[in-house]
């Protein structure tokens, strides 16, 4: 869904104008109107109109309904459409990545280490609470795999996942990574009613060090 969100979103901004839209309204202090956005990039209302409404639908704005003038109750005038830069962010890649979510693995195990738990133990009980998370929200472990990127395959003893939503930190920091990955993927297959034993670390495959037997 998200790499779905970043490709719409880039689509979008192949436009000049939605560009320069987006940059106008994200650098604003307050949310913009569609006047206030025509005369600064001195454009016709109507063309305006159509561009915010484009980066709308494309996730990369949002709307509100103020009144301008400050005005309230009966004859105050309707609100005036207004946006906001939507917050959060959109990214795409090819294969899919998802550093962002290997980095909040890593840093909930730093908050949670002490000296009683080395940071590999740490990391693998971050995992594990993610995973299971996933696995409840996502219902089956396919689904799961499809909408982390991990592009699950069928063969003859089970699944492979052809690609590494880590890929770029797995080939720098192996041991690291794969144990989260593991961890993950592991809770993951228990919360959707999956047997945890059959998702097996094998770093050596060419695309995910995990992969998931029959």
């Known amino acids: 869904m998200r790499q779905q969100?970043?490709?719409?979103?880039?689509?979008?901004?192949?436009?000049?104008?939605?560009?320069?839209?987006?940059?106008?309204?994200?650098?604003?202090?307050?949310?913009?109107?569609?006047?206030?956005?025509?005369?600064?990039?001195?454009?016709p209302r109507s063309t305006v109109i159509f561009h915010l409404d484009r980066l709308v639908e494309a996730?990369?704005?949002?709307v509100t309904y103020e009144r301008v003038n400050g005005r309230t109750g009966p004859g105050?005038?309707?609100?005036a459409k207004?946006?906001?830069?939507?917050?959060?962010?959109?990214?795409?890649?090819?294969?899919?990545r998802h550093y962002d979510m290997i980095g909040d693995l890593l840093a909930t195990a730093l908050e949670s280490a002490d000296g009683a738990t080395s940071a590999l133990d740490a990391l693998r009980a971050a995992a594990t609470v993610a995973g299971?998370?996933?696995?409840?929200?996502?219902?089956?472990?396919?689904?799961?795999l499809d909408q982390a990127g991990y592009e699950p395959s069928p063969t003859d003893h089970g699944t492979d996942l052809a690609?590494?939503?880590?890929?770029?930190?797995?080939?720098r920091h192996t041991e690291v990574v794969c144990t989260a990955n593991h961890a993950f993927l592991c809770a993951a297959a228990e919360a959707v009613g999956s047997d945890p034993a059959k998702v097996i670390l094998d770093p050596t495959?060419?695309?995910?060090?995990?992969?998931?037997e029959d």
């Open 59 to 62: 996730g990369l704005l949002v």
């Open 5 to 43: 969100q970043g490709i719409e979103a880039a689509a979008a901004l192949r436009d000049p104008v939605r560009s320069n839209l987006l940059h106008f309204v994200g650098a604003a202090a307050q949310p913009v109107t569609r006047e206030a956005a025509a005369v600064a990039l001195d454009l």
């Open 132 to 144: 299971r998370t996933a696995g409840h929200r996502a219902g089956t472990m396919t689904e799961l």
């Open 205 to 212: 495959g060419k695309g995910c060090c995990v992969r998931i």
């Open 82 to 96: 207004m946006y906001t830069r939507t917050p959060g962010e959109l990214s795409v890649s090819f294969p899919e």
């Open 76 to 79: 105050s005038g309707r609100p």
């Open 163 to 171: 690609n590494c939503p880590f890929h770029s930190l797995a080939l």
